[in-house]
């Protein structure tokens, strides 16, 4: 099952309203359609996660990280690594456990008795994605071994900074607070991750495709037998990137980001609202958006469709409010409903 360019991360197609403005630059659709094949890769491997699909491809546009959360067997894992495969990225995972320590991660100075000196031993942050497999079972310490690596693309051992490999890109997966054995993520960190995308459990259909393919021998450890092969590389993403860069924002749009962002600070249902970092956020996720869909000006509606994956990390409910059900998504959606539209 393959995702087109017109589904959103939000998994509902949207109809692109027309603004006004004066014109804007053509769009590379040899590139776009290089993106698009990407989606068509990771569907060769991947069924029923088209809206997650969407979702990476925005971070990797936007330079962005993202957190996946799911419970076990929704193929968190397998998305990513088809992804990294479909991209010729390298990609290296690490397994978040309660002992984990933060020089696991990034990497530390190794003593060589030969030369009577130390020398670096990188960590698997090294490397254009990584995966954080499972990060909310890790200790606050060693979660905020990411935090540098995150925001700075660089990591510091003894003092000494060292530049990450250009694109990088951390994909963490998690599986919901409500599971034994987990470290709720620091909110520092959770403002690091550009979007969080919840993986559901397939429809019926996807299920049944699941099964039809792996009864015919699929072999999630063997990408290239699935027909899984690279249809882009850091190029083509470095490009595409300079593309989205050209996308217009009509200043009617960017009151609109402003808007549904301060409405989330009044909220009586929120204890915290979206920060300023957030609205940036959500105007480079509606751009990244517009550009994959052909676009090269952003519409309100690609504002609405990356509206719940870019903000739902960033609120933060009331306890009363979620004694009585509330949730994120419908304060979002109250939200979304009650900020008036440009047009």
Not at 239 to 263: N, S
Request: charged fraction near 20%; charge should be negative.
């Amino acid at each position: 099952m393959t995702e087109t360019p017109n589904t959103p991360p939000t998994g509902q197609p949207v109809a692109p309203a027309d603004p006004p403005g004066p014109a804007t630059p053509a769009p590379d659709l040899a590139l776009q359609h290089a993106l698009a094949d990407v989606r068509t890769e990771v569907g060769k491997a991947v069924v029923g996660q088209d809206a997650a699909v969407s979702s990476l491809l925005v971070a990797l546009l936007c330079q962005g990280h993202v957190l996946l959360e799911g419970v076990p067997g929704v193929a968190k894992t397998l998305l990513v690594r088809t992804l990294a495969a479909a991209l010729t990225l390298d990609t290296k995972r690490v397994q978040f456990t309660p002992d984990l320590m933060p020089g696991d991660v990034t990497g530390s100075l190794v003593y060589d008795a030969r030369t009577a000196a130390f020398s670096f031993r990188e960590g698997p942050v090294f490397t254009n994605l990584l995966l954080a497999d499972e990060i909310n079972r890790t200790p606050p310490k060693t979660q905020a071994s990411l935090l540098e690596a995150m925001e700075e693309r660089q990591v510091s051992v003894d003092g000494e900074p060292r530049p990450l490999p250009e694109p990088f890109m951390v994909i963490a997966t998690q599986n919901p607070v409500e599971y034994e054995g987990t470290y709720p993520l620091p909110e520092a960190q959770l403002d690091r991750f550009l979007l969080k995308v919840e993986l559901p459990v397939p429809e019926r259909a996807a299920e049944v495709e699941v099964l039809a393919r792996h009864a015919a021998g699929f072999d999630p450890r063997d990408l290239a037998a699935a027909g899984v092969r690279p249809v882009a590389g850091a190029d083509e993403l470095a490009r595409a990137r300079a593309g989205v860069r050209t996308v217009q924002v009509a200043p009617e749009v960017l009151g609109y980001v402003v808007d549904v962002c301060r409405a989330t600070r009044s909220s009586p249902s929120l204890s915290l609202g979206v920060s300023p970092r957030g609205a940036t956020a959500l105007l480079a996720t509606a751009r990244a958006w517009a550009w994959l869909s052909g676009r090269g000006y952003v519409t309100p509606d690609d504002v609405k469709v990356l509206a719940h994956p870019t903000l739902r990390h960033r609120v933060r409910l009331r306890p009363e409010a979620e004694l009585e059900g509330v949730t994120a998504a419908s304060v979002l959606d109250s939200v979304l409903a009650s900020v008036p539209v440009p047009w």
